[in-house]
């Protein structure tokens, strides 16, 4: 199965500054079928981008996905406090399906 | 609204059985296969097992094959997760999740997850 390795574990930024999340994987994603979501305590995971570029509805633009292979990034151009939150990837090429263990955004 | 809700989860022995359940609403659950993942604390997300729209095809990771049964009700809008001969290495929050696809071995990412049901295992 496809391991996905994702860094940096916790990301401490301010709002308004610049986040760049990893996600590696043990071999090729086929397709580039690889999605990120959002996931806040309490609540339901939320679909940001899938196909490793592509947003899902209502998401804004400031979420940017990008990558092919082995490597991709999740990029939160401008932080809002609503953005702060536990990111994860997902492998969709291959079964099973597998994830990554997330990165933290945190308010530094 | 659209959510997927969760339930059925609770403190159970080792050896026992459990059954979760998960109901839909907002979207035509017929339409689409519909998944299981759970999360072990402190760890990452892991596939369960998944389940086609007509309760064609359908599958399991490895660590559950053999113990656990997924299956739906699609006249009530539900999907279920039968669990047995449970261990403590099953104590996770349980989650439920759409597959953008109607078979699930199709292979698609999942774009609506509920909220999750805890299910502990322990003596």
């Known amino acids: 199965e496809i391991v996905l390795t994702q860094s940096p574990g916790t990301l401490s930024l301010f709002p308004g500054e610049r986040a760049a999340l990893s996600c590696r994987a043990s071999?090729?994603?086929?397709?580039?079928?690889l999605a990120w979501f959002q996931h806040k305590p309490g609540q339901a995971p939320r679909v940001l981008i899938y196909?490793?570029?592509r947003r899902a509805s209502g998401i804004p633009d400031r979420f940017t996905g990008s990558g092919s292979g082995t490597d991709f990034t999740l990029t939160i151009s401008r932080l809002e406090l609503e953005d702060f939150a536990v990111y994860f990837c997902?492998?969709?090429?291959?079964?099973?399906?597998?994830f990554g263990q997330g990165t933290k955004v945190e308010i530094k | 609204e659209v959510q997927l809700v969760e339930s059925g989860g609770g403190l159970v022995q080792p050896g026992r059985s459990l059954r979760l359940s998960c109901v839909a609403s907002?979207?035509?659950?017929?339409?689409?296969?519909m998944h299981w993942v759970r999360q072990a604390p402190g760890k990452g997300l892991e596939w369960v097992s998944g389940?086609?729209?007509?309760?064609?095809?359908?599958g399991y990771a490895d660590s559950v094959q053999g113990r656990f049964t997924i299956s739906r009700d699609n006249a009530k809008n539900s999907l279920y997760l039968q669990m047995n001969s449970l261990r403590a290495e099953d104590t996770a929050l349980y989650y439920c999740?759409?597959?953008?696809?109607?078979?699930?071995?199709?292979?698609?990412?999942?774009?609506?997850w509920g909220r999750g049901t805890l299910v502990t295992v322990s003596s």
């Open positions: 999740a759409k597959d953008i696809y109607s078979d699930y071995d199709l292979l698609g990412y999942f774009d609506l």
């Open positions: 907002g979207f035509t659950f017929g339409d689409y296969a």
């Open positions: 389940i086609s729209r007509n309760s064609g095809r359908i």
């Open positions: 071999q090729s994603v086929s397709s580039s079928f």
């Open positions: 196909g490793a570029s």
């Open positions: 997902q492998q969709y090429g291959s079964s099973p399906w597998t």
